[in-house]
Every structure is written in structure tokens, then in C-alpha cells.
């Protein structure tokens, strides 16, 4: 009985199989056509994950504040920017932003990669223009702007204390809250 290891076939053991003759390789073992790790479809997709909703530090903001009682809708298409999270009796939306993406100012995380600047440049700018545009569109619809940035979920008791301060209980008789009611109401 042949072993596998006596199998003709060159199987990985710490070596990578040669890439230059594959036709003596298992159809399994063949590396990917492209030697990029990642199709520029792919890639694509990986970066637009990046940006996009259920993020790691968007389900932590929204573990907190649903902790704190609080109710919000989530991604509402019908508003400028779909805001991460909207709070419609508090006419407030929050968004939770990558530092990155959304060029946090004066962020360690917002740095421009050096290669290949012109194009980052471009792209971010569209970024944060888009965004500049959202907030006035929002504001000029009589919501309030809240941001979350990646950074700050890194000390999530820092991040519980300022939420508690931008979200203070309806029922307390808060000035910014004039119609205050005993229960915070759903939409
Ligand atoms: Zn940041």
C-alpha cells in the first residue's frame, strides 16, 4: 500500500510548492492564478468591509448605549449618509468613523500611507468632503451630529462616560431635552 508520502505529488510540507510547473501539483494544492493574495475585486471588498457597517468599534458603541437603555435604528437609508445609528425622538444621529477612512484630525491613525500619496490623498479628501456634506445636510434638517471615532473605542470606560454625558436620560429635565418624556420612546 502506497503511503501518501510516497505520493509523486510535491505535497507542502515547509516549502511552497514550485509556482513556475504546476501541472505536477493537485488541482487543491495549485496556488491561485494570481500570485496576489487578494484579486483587485476582492481587495475592493475587503476595503469597502472596512468602511461599512457592523465594524468592531460601531457594535461596541451600540453594546454600550443599548446597556445605557437607550433605542436607535440603524443605518436609516432614508437620511443623508445612512448615520450608523439614529435616535428619532432625540433628532440625533451618531456616527461611529474609522480613523482612517474619515481622516480623523490630528489622529496617529489618519496618516496618509507615503506611497502612493496622490492617489490617498484624493481619495481620503472625497472621503471627508462627502462627510462635510452630510453634516450640513443633516444639520439643515434639524439633527444633531454625534462621532464616534475608531480611536476613542480603545478605552471603552472613557467612551462609557462620554456617551452617558451625550445621551443624559430623557426623563432628567435636561434643557436639551424639553420634551422630555418618563420612558424613552421608541420611533
Ligand atoms: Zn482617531
Same mark, same amino acid.
Given at each position: 500500500?502506497?503511503?501518501?508520502?510516497?505520493?509523486?505529488?510535491p505535497?507542502p510540507?515547509?516549502?511552497p510548492p514550485v509556482?513556475?510547473?504546476v501541472?505536477?501539483v =493537485?488541482?487543491?494544492l495549485?496556488?491561485?492564478?494570481?500570485?496576489?493574495?487578494?484579486?483587485?475585486?476582492?481587495?475592493?471588498?475587503?476595503?469597502?468591509?472596512?468602511?461599512?457597517?457592523?465594524?468592531?468599534?460601531?457594535?461596541?458603541?451600540?453594546?454600550?448605549?443599548? %446597556?445605557?437603555?437607550?433605542?436607535?435604528?440603524?443605518?436609516?437609508?432614508?437620511?443623508?449618509?445612512?448615520?450608523?445609528?439614529?435616535?428619532?425622538?432625540?433628532?440625533?444621529?451618531?456616527?461611529?468613523?474609522?480613523?482612517?477612512?474619515?481622516?480623523? =484630525?490630528?489622529?496617529?491613525?489618519?496618516?496618509?500611507?507615503?506611497?502612493?500619496?496622490?492617489?490617498?490623498?484624493?481619495?481620503?479628501?472625497?472621503?471627508?468632503?462627502?462627510?462635510?456634506?452630510?453634516?450640513?445636510?443633516?444639520?439643515?434638517?434639524?439633527?444633531?451630529?454625534?462621532?464616534?471615532?475608531?480611536?476613542?473605542?480603545?478605552?471603552?470606560?472613557?467612551?462609557?462616560?462620554?456617551?452617558?454625558?451625550?445621551?443624559?436620560?430623557?426623563?432628567?429635565?435636561? =434643557?436639551?431635552?424639553?420634551? %422630555?418624556?418618563?420612558?424613552? =420612546? %421608541?420611533?
Open positions: 500500500m502506497a503511503s501518501v508520502k510516497s505520493s509523486s505529488y505535497l510540507d515547509d516549502k509556482l513556475n510547473d501541472s505536477s =493537485p488541482e487543491l495549485r496556488p491561485p492564478v494570481s500570485l496576489d493574495p487578494l484579486t483587485p475585486r476582492e481587495r475592493s471588498w475587503n476595503m469597502s468591509r472596512i468602511r461599512s457597517t457592523d465594524t468592531k468599534p460601531e457594535m461596541m458603541v451600540r453594546r454600550m448605549l443599548t %446597556a445605557m437603555g437607550l433605542r436607535y435604528r440603524l443605518h436609516r437609508r432614508d437620511l443623508p449618509g445612512k448615520p450608523d445609528l439614529v435616535f428619532g425622538p432625540r433628532r440625533t444621529v451618531l456616527f461611529v468613523h474609522g480613523c482612517f477612512w474619515h481622516q480623523h =484630525p490630528g489622529c496617529r491613525a489618519a496618516r496618509i500611507p507615503t506611497g502612493n500619496r496622490e492617489f490617498w490623498e484624493k481619495k481620503l479628501n472625497r472621503n471627508t468632503e462627502r462627510d462635510a456634506q452630510t453634516c450640513q445636510t443633516l444639520r439643515s434638517l434639524g439633527w444633531r451630529i454625534l462621532t464616534v471615532w475608531e480611536c476613542e473605542t480603545r478605552d471603552p470606560e472613557k467612551l462609557q462616560r462620554r456617551l452617558a454625558m451625550l445621551f443624559p436620560p430623557l426623563n432628567s429635565s435636561t =434643557p436639551a431635552d424639553p420634551a %422630555a418624556q418618563k420612558k424613552e =420612546p %421608541a420611533e
